[in-house]
């Protein structure tokens, strides 16, 4: 049995971390679906950069935009509910067979919109209502001006994906916001059941703390952060206030594990897969990542719900002069400053393949 369905079987969902035109006109997405039991795909704009640059899929579709008078931002989310509806509509058994839990896509609003919560709200509500499908997230950062829009876009109705989460406490105020935006639907009689999941970036941490700490704490940081996290995704599903939410018809936002394709050539290329093995959460990963699991993955015990040897890691990592919170948040500017770059490069890119197709009609 391959490790994705004995991941599949432990009661975590296995979502991939890429979408393209050309996977899903060649039936590739369709056999990762059927062969190696991917439930749900997210996406980004380096994501959409590398697939539009590197194909010629998108030519006519791009073209007809022009024609139609779209351009930048317009014609970069027409390109891509395109390709995200049709990949909704290929996870749409999944999302009915599990009564709306799987089967999701994701789409991320603009970057450039971060420090303004009303137009992200409305960029939110506009995206959902034009793709038009019951299985798509709208991704919202959970950086500090963005936990009021995802509270807002709760609300409002519209599921969210909360994205660049680094810590511990940056998944409890996402998590905070979220339920915030479920009571205030429960309040106004609302049917509550409106899904969303809490991203959390992982392989980022080890990356920024290479060759700063011992050898025996290499690759280490990432699961120990998401150790913690997950404790406190735990408590939270236990507690007296989202049980109220939970009796009212509420459904639990689930914890999803992003940035999950190893950096450091010398480890395991599934290293955060095993690691991160959890009844009831999200592993979104790369194609590459993927196809590693499928072949070679292994899966052990699953994680720990206590948090003890997490904290016993980071407690080494304390020792070793790195401070956790200081790292988070520079973790998420930097983020969000990314974000913004691989959104202007996206924007280019779409800018210079009109001007060519233009030139060329």
Known sequence: MKATQQLHNLGQSLWLDNITREMLNNGKLEGYISQLSVTGL????????HAIKNSAAYDAAIIQGLNNGASGENLFFDLALDDLTR?????????ERTNGLDGWVSLEVSPLLAHDTAKTIAAARDLSERAGRSNLFIKIPGTPEGLPAIEEA???????NVTLLFSREH??????????????????????????????????WDAAVAGKVPPALNNRLGIAVAGRAYKAYLDLLSSPRWRRAYNAGARPQRLLWASTGTKDPKASDTLYIKALAAPFTVNTMPEGTLLAVSDHGEVGPAMAGDG???EK???????AGIDVNALAAQLQDEGAKSFVKSWTDLLNVIESKSTTLKKAA
């Open 171 to 204: 998944y409890v105020a996402a998590a905070d916001a979220w339920l915030r935006g479920i009571e205030r639907r429960i309040d106004a009689g609302l049917n509550p059941l409106v899904d969303s999941v809490a991203s959390i970036f992982i392989s980022r």
């Open 313 to 319: 890691t980071l407690a080494q990592f304390a020792q």
């Open 42 to 49: 997210t996406s980004n704009p380096t994501i959409f950069d």
């Open 87 to 95: 990949a909704a509509d290929l996870f749409g058994s999944i999302h």
């Open 154 to 160: 709760i609300f409002a109705g519209v599921p969210v």
């Open 308 to 310: 003890s040897e997490a």
